[in-house]
């Protein structure tokens, strides 16, 4: 598991890498419809209070997008409500 987010990880770095052909990116994509989604439990072997502070960090920033803000809010209000459970 540790490897295929490796994997997955540098997939999409190369995505994002202006070097790399638009051919290439094509191919990217496919293969990295391969990888289960990544993200989706890499958040549940951290510590929730350091999840919970790094989102509340980033509905503060400037640079991040307003459609990403109105999504964290939302994981912002779940998290509490799990670390306020245990």
């Given at each position: 598991?540790?490897?295929?987010?490796?994997?997955?990880?540098?997939?999409?770095?190369?995505?994002?890498?202006?070097?790399v052909?638009?051919?290439t990116?094509?191919?990217?994509?496919?293969?990295?419809?391969?990888?289960?989604?990544?993200?989706?439990?890499?958040?549940?072997?951290?510590?929730?209070?350091n999840?919970?502070?790094?989102?509340?960090a980033?509905l503060k920033?400037?640079?991040?997008?307003p459609?990403?803000k109105?999504?964290?809010?939302?994981?912002?209000a779940?998290?509490e409500?799990?670390?306020?459970?245990e």
């Amino acid at each position: 598991m540790a490897e295929d987010r490796r994997v997955a990880g540098g997939i999409k770095a190369a995505l994002h890498n202006d070097n790399v052909s638009e051919s290439t990116k094509r191919d990217l994509e496919k293969r990295l419809e391969e990888y289960p989604d990544t993200t989706a439990d890499a958040d549940a072997n951290k510590n929730p209070g350091n999840v919970l502070g790094g989102k509340k960090a980033a509905l503060k920033n400037d640079n991040v997008k307003p459609e990403t803000k109105e999504r964290l809010q939302g994981e912002v209000a779940e998290l509490e409500r799990e670390i306020q459970g245990e």
